[in-house]
């Protein structure tokens, strides 16, 4: 192993494990137009989600609170991060664009190359991509996801797939 690719691993580690002890979108909304929850009865990972739109339909905000692991509760801090701003149809993307990432490596490409934007928030999502090593995992780093995706649709809870 390459000692430039040790070290971007090293990075993304600390990436995660920061996120993960330290989340910055931790905490329930005030005032949310959408919630869900989350649960991965495999591994104990629960996560509860809130969404606020803006005016314009856009994502606003987005609070959670999770118990799991630092990757499932690193996701949710990451994904509250890179939906902010985003269109109900922007976050489906990113959404499926991330699904891929995760079960497949950085490098998986879904059916169409995302655009500049997905392009830029998928790169913000990076450090868990490593998770494709450890199937397992990947049900960690996509239950948040998946949460967000039973809010916008309006059915409040979901198991991982």
């Not at 949710?76 to 497949?104: I, N, P, Q, Y």
Request: glycine fraction near 8%; aromatic fraction near 6%.
């Amino acid at each position: 192993m390459s000692e430039s690719f040790e070290t971007l691993r090293d990075l993304y580690q600390d990436v995660i494990l920061d996120h993960g002890r330290h989340p910055r979108h931790a905490g329930r909304l005030a005032a949310f137009d959408a919630a869900a929850k989350g649960d991965n009865p495999m591994c104990g990972d629960r996560i509860q989600l809130w969404l606020k739109y803006a005016p314009d339909g856009r994502v606003e905000n987005t609070g959670f609170e999770a118990r799991g692991c630092a990757i499932s509760v690193a996701s949710a801090d990451l994904m509250a991060e890179v939906v902010a701003g985003a269109s109900v149809e922007e976050v489906r993307a990113l959404f499926s664009a991330f699904r891929d990432m995760a079960k497949h490596g950085a490098d998986a490409r879904g059916t169409s190359e995302p655009n500049a934007a997905l392009a830029e928030r998928l790169e913000r999502l990076r450090p868990l991509a490593g998770v494709h090593e450890f199937p397992s995992r990947v049900k960690c780093a996509t239950l948040p996801w998946h949460a967000l995706i039973a809010a916008i649709e309006g059915t409040q809870e979901t198991s991982s797939e």
